[in-house]
């Protein structure tokens, strides 16, 4: 894939950030308790857009390749990495055809990654060969109450059973207030999942 996404690179072609520049809250209050390590393996970000979730995993420590199909937001979030002095690696691939290989990685995040229904339950089958052992998945999605399972936007229960093969850590769906850059902000319904292979 060479070239990018029309609606999404007119979005981040707009000025500042759309989701803004600090990480995602729920991603953050995952290494609450962790102090940055020299070395914490692979991590692949899902849909990064403009970089911010990228950024806060390689100030983690960990190697990372970020994945969009929006040729612009990866601009940008190759220019946020530059900025933050940390360096990772960007994908411009469509979610549709990804293949996240065997044994590869030791996070996967997925942080308001909403494709359609089709290619999330085929990349969501892959995470169990995906990850390493003891390898974690954090996702944060919008969802729409009532939603099948044919949704982008599907309630806690459904991406569950989705992502049977791991083992769930956390779990919760609830009405939550957003602040993030110009497009997340006020009361949104969302689910959010912490998982391990193991
Ligand atoms: C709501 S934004 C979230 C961006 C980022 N994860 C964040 O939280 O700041 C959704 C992102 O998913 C990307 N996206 C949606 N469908 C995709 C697909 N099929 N393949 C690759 N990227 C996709 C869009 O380009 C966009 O950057």
Redesign the pocket.
Known sequence: MSKG?PY?DARYAEKGF??GELP?DFLMSAFSDKPPSQERGRAI?L????G??AVFLAQQGYQVTA????AV?LQKAQSLAQRHGVQIECKL????DLDLGTDQWDLVIA?????EST?RRRLYGQLGRALRPNGHFILETKVKVDASAADPYPGISILQAELAPLTLVFAQESERFLS?GT?HQGLHRTAQIQAVKG
């Open positions: 996404h999404w759309a989701y995602n970000s849909c990064e857009g403009e911010r979730n994945v969009d199909f929006s937001g691939a469509d979610l549709a942080i308001f990654c909403q494709p290619v993030e497009y």
